[in-house]
């Protein structure tokens, strides 16, 4: 094998080849190096004593299905300006790594279609190996991202596990990459974030959240000059949560068994909008039945209809006058679960309204927090929260962010 064969396909250059041996299956190439290339590795002085050589072994891309090794014999020198005893820096292979680089860089390839254990399998090395490889990579590209011309932000939490454990995910709206992953959710979860979002001077305009006080206040206290956007998507989850449970009390308050009959698994149509039920499971029946049944379930169910319009309107104006005809109407009813929310939604109008200035929302968030589920469940849980977090960040080159 010529010396050019190792640079164009081992990517090693500066070693002249030896010989190529077969064993055990795998094939071996011995390399050597000319020892007047030989110098410090730290101080790169050329004034050294040679203290002798020590074999080694590396994994090297493989030839079909058949592994490849590279063997040279390391030089130990005594370095005469550090006064310290030292082997020679290979330039194929990292400090204290069993591999090559191209080798390395063979790995992150097949990373990009294949989960790490089938690329374990497959080269036949560790699952931590193809791990660890894949998590220098991931620290040394996506550990802090670039928080410049950041204008319009999303934040969400995400639950990873029993025992209430949470993650919080900032989103770049602009671009749909994932920009912060915090511990836990709420104000402390964010702190970091905001100290680098500082640091970088980005003039954030807009940021979409939830109805979270702990999100609301730390934006406020952080982010001043930034308008919140309250989503629309969780403004509607709330209305949906507080409906169920309005027809659950309804349900035990029932006298009769037809009238519980009736009621009983209206529950997810309640919540559906009417565009998506179902006509060939009569869906539409069964839910006027319900609503026929029980005038105040029916007025909780039509306000919430009413409440989605808020979102449609021409522009801001029109929009105010909704959402106070809605809340003026909702307290008229008298029903508690009705003038609570319309208590919560005048509470947080200033967030509402904002919509109409910057039309943004967590939906993306939401999308990027389904694959975030998709992607845990590819790896049955993650071990490792650092590497979990750095998958995240990733997360927007899907190929790569969907490895488990």
């Known amino acids: 094998m010529s010396t050019s064969l190792l640079y164009h396909g081992f990517g090693i250059v500066g070693y002249q080849y030896v010989h190529t041996r077969y064993e055990n299956g795998a094939i071996i190439f011995r390399i050597t190096e000319d020892h007047l290339a030989h110098k410090c590795s730290i101080c790169k002085s050329r004034h050294i004593i040679r203290r002798g050589k020590k074999l080694r072994r590396f994994r090297s891309i493989p030839i079909g299905t058949t592994p490849v090794f590279i063997e040279i014999e390391i030089q130990r020198v005594f370095c005469l300006t550090c006064q310290v005893v030292r082997q020679v820096k290979l330039a194929f292979a990292k400090w204290r790594r069993t591999y090559t680089r191209a080798f390395e860089r063979y790995v992150l390839g097949l990373s990009r279609f294949m989960t790490i254990l089938d690329v374990a399998k497959h080269l036949g ?68 974030f905001f100290s680098r979002l500082k640091r970088s001077k980005a003039e954030v305009k807009a940021v ?26 969780h403004v509607i989850k709330l209305y949906n949560e507080k409906l169920s449970e309005f027809r659950r009390a309804l349900y035990n308050e029932a006298q009769k068994i ?147």
């Open 125 to 192: 090395v560790s699952w931590g190996t193809i791990k660890e490889i894949q998590k220098r990579y991931l620290l040394k590209r996506y550990s802090r991202p670039s928080l410049k011309n950041i204008d319009c932000i999303a934040i969400d939490e995400i639950s990873i596990g029993k025992g209430h454990r949470y993650l919080t995910v900032v989103l770049n709206l602009k671009t749909g990459a994932v920009i912060f992953v915090g511990e836990g959710k709420g104000a402390e979860a964010l702190a970091p």
């Open 208 to 233: 979409a959240i939830d109805m979270s006080p702990a999100y609301t206040a730390a934006v406020i206290d952080n982010l001043p000059k930034a308008a919140i956007v309250f989503d629309h998507f």
């Open 258 to 404: 037809s009238e519980q009959q009736v009621l009983k698994g209206t529950r997810w149509l309640l919540m559906k909008n009417p565009e998506n039920l179902n006509k060939e499971k009569d869906e539409h029946h069964r839910l006027a039945q319900a609503l026929k049944l029980n005038q105040p379930l029916a007025t909780a169910y039509y306000l919430k209809e009413d409440l989605r319009q808020f979102w449609k309107q021409k522009n801001k104006r029109s929009a105010k006058k909704h959402i106070f005809h809605w809340i003026a109407k909702a307290e008229s009813t008298k029903i508690p679960m009705l003038t609570k929310f319309a208590k919560t939604l005048r509470a947080h109008m200033f967030g509402l309204l904002t919509y109409y200035d910057f039309s943004i929302s967590t939906g993306p968030l939401e999308g990027t927090n389904n694959k975030i589920k998709t992607l845990q469940k590819q790896a049955y849980g993650f071990r490792d929260l650092l590497f979990f977090k750095l998958k995240i960040l990733a997360i927007h080159e899907s190929k790569y962010a969907l490895i488990g």
